[in-house]
């Protein structure tokens, strides 16, 4: 399953792909220079306006700095022909490979993916904040057209989302899955690398960060002092952890991402 010949990125990130690159080549460059030499014969004056023959030649030098696409793709170049070494895979099957794989091998997978709604929710807390505004301008509206009030929430209900989307600031995460039911693939993303809408059927180059065995759950939220918890605790509180739309269950793999294209 070769990369694209032409990707179109949703999500590169550009940092990581200089890190990556500059231990795969041993150094990192941003530039070539190309140099071209042209030549020409034929009659030219001299300074005192008499023809003479004789040959010129020319120089042309041209600065090419790579754009991230292009190391991307020298990226996966080396990495597929050193995939031993590297511990690089392309799975077209991720059920058959799943208990193959282990953490810290980098893997190229292509799947349907979306960000969930709740996710999604509390990543864009400025939506959220416009959401409800638009709910509190309704509400000051309804009597002027005639519209029941009943089902609205009151401002107290308003302020207390407002105060829960503070507090449950999320990170952009995507899932994604070849088949229903079969291994999911999961993975944070940084705001700054991404590039369109995240959506549909994409490749996904990463490296695991975890994997989660049947049964196992993640939460897909960032839970605000988390990082002060033992590990112990957090594995205490992993499996308390109620099955809904914030929770992804195992079998699934938890990705460091480098890129979404297609």
Known sequence: MPIPSLPRFLYLDDRALGEYLSVVEEGLSDESKMRRMSSATGIEPTALGEPVSGDSTSEEERVIRETASQRFIRLVTALDAASLRWRYRDIEDLGEEFDVVKVADIVQVQCEVEIPPFVRMFSQPDQLDGMVNMIEAFRAMAPLL????????????????????????????????????????????????????????????????????DGETHSLLAIPGASLMSRQQRRQAARQEQTDETTLVGPALALDILAIYR
């Open 146 to 213: 005639g519209q029941d009030l009943d089902g609205l929430p009151g401002k107290k209900e308003a302020k207390a989302v407002r105060d829960f989307g503070k507090a449950m600031k999320s990170d952009v995460v995507i899932v994604g899955d070849q088949e229903e039911g079969g291994p999911q693939v999961t993975g944070k993303l940084h705001q700054d690398f991404i590039r369109d809408e995240i959506e549909g059927e994409v490749f996904i180059l990463g490296k695991i960060s975890k994997r989660l065995k």
